[in-house]
């Protein structure tokens, strides 16, 4: 059984940092790209940042984070990451990880960008 457990999140000042965790099991980890996503209230959930399988030589980012952001991944850990730098109010939302191809997610991890 897929399952897919965020952690990490918290409230952050604008300018500050994070690092998400998403800790995966039941399925092939190394084999599949991972994906964070990000859904505030009253949006639809957007793609953030996505790395490539089995190395992680590939990475993609949305233009909003693009600078600020970093996704990647421990194989042998079966856990991908998102270091958040320079955070501001919008980045405020409730993060995914997603394994591309499978129909899962967690539970996600709330991120909260407030002075």
């Known amino acids: 059984q897929v399952h897919l457990a965020e952690s990490g999140g918290g409230l952050v000042q604008p300018g500050g940092s994070l690092r998400l965790s998403c800790a995966a099991s039941g399925f092939a980890f190394s084999r599949y790209p991972m994906s964070w996503y990000r859904q505030a209230p009253g949006k639809e959930r957007e793609l953030v940042a996505r790395i490539s399988s089995p190395k992680g030589s590939s990475t993609n980012y949305a233009d909003s984070v693009t600078g600020r952001f970093t996704i990647s991944r421990d194989n042998a850990k079966n856990t991908v990451y998102l270091q958040m730098n320079s955070l501001k109010p919008e980045d405020t939302a409730v993060y995914y990880c997603?394994?591309?191809?499978?129909?899962?997610w967690g539970q996600g991890t709330q991120v909260t960008v407030s002075s």
């Open positions: 997603h394994a591309r191809g499978l129909d899962s």
